[in-house]
């Protein structure tokens, strides 16, 4: 065979290989989404294009049978006022008419105020450094003056808040922000909940009051506050965001310190602590983060693979360049086989939630996420590999950037159920003093008649750590380290305790406490 018939031959197979690659690529046609619980999770509404309208569907979801006459959030509208950064969909979806731009609303303890109350550039400064001191100890008007005035101006505005804490309902839309430009597609991502916000300026204010007037020698008027601020972060945890739910949580977190500051002030009877742990029996409980990621979280990723896949967006902000490139072009990927993927995941993730423990679901959820730390499911050629198995790629790729760090949720969870079981134990402890003129040596002796049942720390799923001290007690939890800090909790240094110090007792004590077996 000569050189000639040789070369031939290799160009007509070059050729033919051509001819059959590129039939059998014009076979393959882009699968088109479908809309099903399996891939979509949602399947209404719909938009106008046929594909979910996923912020519609979560508004839908979270609203349930809220009614505007029973929904907090509208109250708490009234009471901050309008904002430039709120669109007016968001008071239409609330159904509440628009706020005038000039009212009677809370006022922020801002340079503005400061400015006005005759404090110069260099004291403004150092002022809004040294403020928090008053949301965290008790003191008097003659104390600060200027922050006495602040919580009068505001008092119009707290009989609203007052007013929200009591209510059911918590209601608080998705809704685009009125900044993006008319015409482009926004992620669901991007849209925004207005509330968490606020709902941290409320607690300032309230809790600023409650300290005022517990130095000023109103235990009662400092509860209420105190008790509102705590429903207020109960119900913010109902917000479709993980935004809402840390926001509540940072509320009960805050709140958890100033209301044993009162306890250790107070000269309570044991009438006054029975109506406290009864009013405390009654907050509404908080929404577990699970219903955040099993729908909101769930829905960021479903939108992203909807929206690279119908090419609203190139999927170069999510993927990267890279990832975006080895796609190599659209018809290579089933795409229902990535939301597919991406529904398992976060079925997984819900199911390690459901878990008994905290250390159970840390562990579960570790479990989820090892296969994802390393992914390699675009690694090699694409280019040959089925659309079914691209699209299980393409899941892959997308958990592995777009699933939320769970664990910090669970965290901030229980140490939130935490401070709650650690507050009921104080007052049951203050009880038993007020009986026995003493503390209990050992947290058993307090039940039932005190409480009817001791809590178990909900971090290391053992006995709480407690001993009486002097005229006082220590009590704490070993917190998210797992390791006995000996009741301090100082984050920075990772010493995570979480700890309710009564009397005569400090950090530095030789006296260990005992796990109860």
Known sequence: MTRKTTLLLIFGFVLLAIIVATAWLSERKPVPLRISEETTFFTEPLTEDGSVDYAAALNRHFRKDTLPETNAVILLQRAVGPSEKVPNAYYDELGMEQLPEEGDYLRKLDREFLSEQGLDAVAIEQYLDDYGLRLRQPWRRADDPVMAAWIDLNERPLKLVHQAAVKNDYYSPLTWNKESPPGEHVLLLSI????????GFISRTLRGRAMMRLGEGDEDGAWSDLLACRRLGRLATRGPTVFDSM???????????????LLKTSESDTETLEDYLRALSQLPPSTPIIEILSHTERCHFLDAVCSIASGKIDGQ?????????????????????ALIRGNAYHDQIIAAAK???????????EKVFAPLKDNQSLEGPVFWRSPTSNGTAMGDLLAALMLPAVTAFYQIETESSQREANLNLALALMKYRLDHESYPKKLRELSPEYIPEISKDLFSDTSLLYTSINDGFLLYSV?????DDGGIEDRPADQDDITVRFGETDATSSQTPEVEN
């Open 192 to 199: 925004l909940n207005y509330q968490p916000e606020n709902m």
């Open 355 to 365: 878990l008994s423990t905290h250390v159970k679901r840390c562990a579960a959820t």
């Open 247 to 261: 926001a509540g949580h940072r509320i009960d977190a805050d709140t958890y310190s100033a209301m044993l500051t």
């Open 317 to 337: 902000a999510i993927i990267g360049k890279e990832g975006r490139d080895k796609l190599l072009a659209a018809k290579l990927v089933d795409w229902n086989a």
């Open 479 to 483: 917190g998210p380290n797992l390791r």
